[in-house]
């Protein structure tokens, strides 16, 4: 478990937050749609912890430390070493937690978490220019805006403009050693 001296704690996810995350999903529709889709059934979660098992993505829960209530999650997807040293996010808050702060919390653990522990040099958030919610986040976390992808995800049936937000680690940055010299 991954804790931080905040009001949050970063849990991985596991096959036994099922039910949680699946009822929690079910409940932020509203908040959810049309930016993103998370699995809401059971068989449609265990497909996407799946993605989880190679290291090339890991995924978190964010608790409220207090209570234990799962407030959001985030992943860190795509993690590619090499000269790129980097990866993309992915998170989203839980209705019954949205607006108390924890999503801004938990983000700044995951990045903490990314350039110390996992050692990534870059992390970008691709966001939907409406949802301005998720890019207030990113605005107050740091991340410097790097254009427009057209069509970039699809989501919600259809493919959706993104823009591509960016935060590299703080120097002095110690390197994963896939780092190639030369």
């Known amino acids: ?21 699946c009822t929690l999903v079910r409940a932020s529709s509203e908040l959810h749609q049309p930016w993103m889709q998370l699995p809401s059934a059971a068989e449609d979660f265990q497909v996407w912890m ?59 653990a995951t990045l903490q978490y990314a350039f110390t522990d996992l050692r ?26 790097e254009g427009l992808s057209p069509d970039y995800l699809y989501i919600d049936g259809g493919w959706r403009d993104h823009e591509r937000w960016a935060i590299t680690a703080p120097s002095p940055w110690t390197p994963d050693r896939s780092l190639p010299e030369v």
């Open 50 to 108: 799946r993605r989880f098992e190679d290291g090339t993505n890991q995924g978190f829960l964010i608790r409220v430390r207090e209570t234990g209530a799962a407030a959001g999650m985030v992943n860190i997807n795509s993690i590619i070493r090499g000269r790129y040293q980097g990866a993309s996010l992915g998170y989203a808050a839980f209705a019954p937690s949205a607006g108390h702060g924890y999503m801004t919390e938990g983000l700044t």
């Open 1 to 21: 478990m991954l804790t931080m001296p905040s009001r949050i704690e970063l849990r991985p996810l596991a096959l036994s937050d099922q039910e949680e995350f």
């Open 120 to 145: 990534l040099h870059r992390l970008e958030a691709n966001i939907q220019p409406a949802n301005t919610a998720s890019l207030a986040v990113v605005r107050r976390l740091g991340f410097r805006y």
